[in-house]
């Protein structure tokens, strides 16, 4: 087969006998013709051979440049079908002869030793007599890997042709051009379903995309790239003419990849193009540029305005290294400059020989657009690709995690069973799960008990992988019967079901099973909050997902307004089952917050956050447009910020999960008019609440809620704080009636004299932070916010902590350490987790104590056997999930750039009794891996692209007495962002002789990692954030209030 090819493509190339040419044109509208610059020619008797050609220039500095060539081979078959209205013309093309060229790979010495072979990579005019000679192997028509001494070395056997994609290009193609030039359509067989193949073939047609009304100096057209708006310019020659067009940015109406994937606002673009047509109207040439820049002009995400002072300011002998560390963007690499051109080579005459090959009448055409396709996993395809090619022997790697007690050798594993599940492949017997697994089975049960941190690594590794097999295994360590394990290790690997993307129902009915037997078991909240978030998941059917609902909501009704932190609890639970609740629910929960809300606040507070994912049910805008118009300041600042949360996972949930936006993010309804009505009213009822209105509307994706916030800023003062220096690279709203700007880091001075900010509204509400003082006469806390890692690519860090005492002679304390974390890369802003852990004592001599996790909008607890005694407990949690960053395709080049996003926590409560004083110790660390990779791909021969790898991580330690004294230290472990470029090169290899078989494979990565492009804290850093302050004041009230358990966990 491969031999008739070459015959069809020489009698291409070089002609036939055969009958003069006939002539004939398009047909052009009445009136039409003296404006167009040509009118196209239609000769269906002859073959027009174009030689097509691009450079592109990859990641800025790094100076990656690939060249691509091929054949189009392109005939005109007369006048276009009627529906495309009488004025086209329909053309067959036909590609062949692709080859794809680095062209500045770095060199490695030991590599490039034989300077023949050097001469013959300078010479390639005679590409066959080298395949012959066996001095030069193709892989892609790149050099291979070659021996010192002149030796020849032992490859693979190579596919002996010199192009070896051709047998994928073979299948022809049909395109449609309307009389103005524009083309129309693609028509692509329907057998040929290779999206990277299809976005090839289009460039050839697109390089012909134009217009030829010389009176349209402005129109909207159709790119592989998208559909935008080009400038025109016309030269209308003798022999030649030619039309030039422009468009940039700007001009774009619609990226061909979803919206979700692409930021147009921080993307930029520069092109210009040309095509040259003969006077008899054939189109004879063309060449074009075009400029990419990605990643810019990223504004404040996560920002707010605040409408009070009380802020610390920054410690002028502060000598942190990640406030004086220079900045890096890491988006002046993210570039990509391409060329190309086409010109026209041979005419040869049409025969029934080359026709069976280059024009093929009897296949099923279907439409394609020029636009270029988009495969929605392709990055999560290609990076599996490379994860499973460096991961070598996996028995090996876990081999090495269990003796060396190392989490990072899993980093690798665990991204692979992240994609394979997403990409459904985690049931399959050849999937890296079942690997993993087989490995666990191994693994002595009684032995994790004792080795616990090596083997809740594996365990979680279990749980994101997922499958049945996984599932079995875990559920082996959950079943009373069966487990070796203590209760504080299966609630770990509880909290890891939670991350479980695809569970059965199977695990959802043995929990069930579990938690009907031993309800008072100090499991049975842990067991509760996980049976939630896997009923929650769409794997789970309709009538096993009811029965989890019916058995909260027998509990819910159950529960009377006195046992408000039961209530609070199902609520919870309630909140994890997401967007699934029924309306019997919704109205259950919205009935028990109205009623028991009126003597215990929180579970009002807890209604409202528990409906957050179904915020735009009809019943539950109801419910919060009556509690912002009816209640207190309190209730409306949840209300408000549980909108504002919901917001926030919508927007994640569109480039993680591809979820349609919906409300509140888009639209403008009612309670949307009375957030905009009383921010620019800001009357006495809504002043408390200003900021968090400001927020709700600069979150919101609405024109109108632009409006309304930019009439807002004509009456009320609202400072803009540029990015500088001395406020630690952060950009920010910073709206203040006094117009004073103060920065914000971890020193301070006078922690216990701040007025409530909204800023810290993430940590504590003004609620909650009015009762902690009026409560506790004897108290100390601070708020404080810290941001590490670079412009582009950093976590922010919220903490705040807590210690009160009713009086000097009172049993009555709390002690309270909350911990938020969100992540930033580029515009894409996510959330890290939060961790929140208090100890409470009333004055009935109740104690509570809760330690908290809330992960991807999901509430995990860490329970406790005996609340009244003090313990020791460690807790880790880590997520991982991928986010699509940008998917464009610029000529030849399929650019995507994406991160696989790993946010981890790790946790240490310590909890020590000695008299009357009770000391609460907590040291969360957070930690931020990101591996956001930027690839091109080049007609699947060859890939280019950066890594960029980012280790940044944080801790505070806390610690709380009962007498009541605060204090806390801070710091880091080494932290780095490094870039790294790297190329492919994809051979065909001919592994079994006869009959013949081949495959594909990809050769190993080319790097070069340019030292300029890195940014590194090198050394560990611990500082005093506070150092052990008591209280020295006394403040009496005249009443006491109730109790506020913390247990709003919003952010």
Known sequence: MQFVHILAVL?????????????????????????????????????????????????????????????????????????????????????????????????????YVNPDLDQLDEDRTDLLSKLSSGLYVPLAITRG?????????????????????????????????NYDGNIVDILYAAADTDIEIRNFKRNPVAARNTELNQRTNKAQTNGITGQHTATFSFNR?????????????????????????????????????????????????????????????????????????????????????????????????????????????????????????????????????????????????????????????????????????????????????????????????????????????????????????????????????????????????????????????????????????????????????????????????????????????????????????????????????????????????????????????????IAKGSVCGRTHEAVSQASMYALRDVSDDDAVQTYYRQSLLDEDCDIKAAVITTLIDRMFRIQEQQYTESVESKWPLIG??????????????????????????????????????????????????????????????????NATYSHERQKRAWDHKTCSSWGHSTYYNILQTSGEFSSDKNVYSKRRHCLAYKRVGVSKVN????????????????????????????????????????VLAYRIRSSLGITYQRRYMVIAGKVLLKPDTNSVACNTRTWHYERNFYIPIYKITIYIASIDIGAQIRPRFEVNFICKAKGSNTLLKVQPKAILRIAASAQASFAKLVRGGITIGVNLNFFIETITESIPCISGQYGYDPMTISIEAWYQIRSKIKFQWWPPKFKWTWGSRK???????????????????LSRRCDVYRINFPFNLSIRIPRRLFG
């Open 237 to 589: 020659g003798r022999s030649a003419s030619t039309v030039s067009k422009a468009y940039a940015s700007k001009d774009f109406t619609q990226f061909a990849a979803p919206s979700a994937t692409n930021d147009a606002a921080t993307t930029q673009i520069d092109a210009q193009e040309t095509q040259t047509f003969s006077a008899d109207g054939d189109f004879t040439s063309a060449s074009g540029r075009l400029s990419a820049r990605f990643g810019l002009d990223i504004g404040g995400s996560g920002g707010a305005a605040t409408f009070s002072s009380g802020r610390p300011a920054l410690d002028p002998d502060d000598e942190d290294p990640v406030l004086r560390t220079a900045d890096v963007d890491i988006a002046d690499d993210l570039t990509a400059d391409a060329t190309f051109q086409m010109s026209l080579s041979t005419r040869a005459k049409r025969s029934a020989e080359t026709d069976d090959i280059a024009v093929r009448n009897d296949l099923d055409y279907v439409s394609g657009g020029l636009m270029a396709e988009y495969d929605r996993d392709s990055g999560k395809k290609n990076q599996l690709e490379i994860l499973l090619q460096s991961i070598g022997n996996v028995y090996d790697t876990l081999n090495q995690f269990v003796t060396r007690k190392s989490p990072s050798k899993l980093t690798t594993l665990k991204d692979i069973v992240r994609i394979e599940n997403e990409l459904d492949r985690e049931n399959k017997q050849s999937s890296m799960i079942f690997k993993v697994a087989n490995f666990v089975k191994k693994v002595n049960a009684r032995n994790c008990r004792d080795e616990w941190t090596t083997c809740s690594e594996l365990y979680q590794l279990l749980a994101l992988g997922g499958g049945s097999v996984a599932e079995r295994l875990l559920v082996e360590r959950l079943d009373p019967v069966l487990t070796q394990l203590t209760e504080d290790q299966q609630a770990d690997v509880l909290n890891y079901i939670t991350s479980m993307p695809k569970p059965s129902s199977y695990i959802l009915y043995f929990m069930k099973r579990i938690y009907n037997s031993e309800k008072t078991s100090t499991l049975s909240p842990t067991i509760r909050l996980t049976m939630a978030s896997v009923a929650s998941r769409d794997t789970i059917p309709e009538e096993v997902r009811a029965s989890v609902s019916d058995l909260l909501l027998s509990e819910l009704q159950e529960s009377s307004c006195e046992q408000a932190d039961a209530i609070i609890d199902v609520l919870q639970a309630v909140g994890n089952l997401g967007d699934t609740l029924s309306d019997r629910m919704i109205d259950d929960v």
């Open 11 to 111: 009698a291409i190339l070089f002609g036939r006998q055969g009958g003069d040419a006939v002539d004939t044109y398009v047909n052009v509208p009445s009136g039409a013709l003296p404006n167009l610059v040509t009118r196209l020619r239609c000769a269906t008797s002859e073959t027009l051979l174009y030689k097509y050609e691009t450079t592109t220039q990859l990641w800025g500095t790094s100076n990656q440049q690939f060249r691509t060539r091929c054949d189009a081979h392109i005939t005109c078959l007369g006048a276009a079908p009627a529906s495309y209205g009488g004025n086209a013309l329909l053309f067959n093309a036909f590609i062949n002869h692709v080859e794809v060229t680095p062209l500045n790979a770095p060199r490695n010495p030991q590599d």
């Open 1007 to 1025: 790097k070069y990692s340019p030292s300029s492009l890195k940014w590194k804290i090198s050394s560990p850093y611990r500082r005093t954030w």
């Open 145 to 177: 890997k070659r021996q010192t001494g002149g030796v020849r070395p032992q490859l693979p056997a190579v596919v002996d042709e010199p192009y070896p994609l051709d047998d994928d290009m073979a299948t022809p193609y049909q395109f449609v051009q």
């Open 795 to 834: 976590a922010k860090l919220y903490a705040g902590i807590f210690a009160g005492k009713q009086s000097a002679s009172s049993s009555q304390y709390k002690l309270f350490t909350k911990m938020v974390g969100k992540g930033q890369i580029f515009s894409k802003t996510f959330d890290i987790g939060t």
């Open 668 to 733: 403008f309804n009612e309670i949307d008019e009375i957030v905009a009505t009383n921010l620019l009213n800001l009357t006495d009822e809504f002043t408390c609440i200003g900021e968090e209105l400001y927020r709700y509307l600069e979150m919101k994706k609405n024109d109108k809620a632009v409006e309304i916030l930019e009439e807002f800023r004509k009456n009320y003062d609202v400072e803009e704080l540029l990015e500088d220096e001395e406020d630690d690279g952060e950009q920010n709203y």
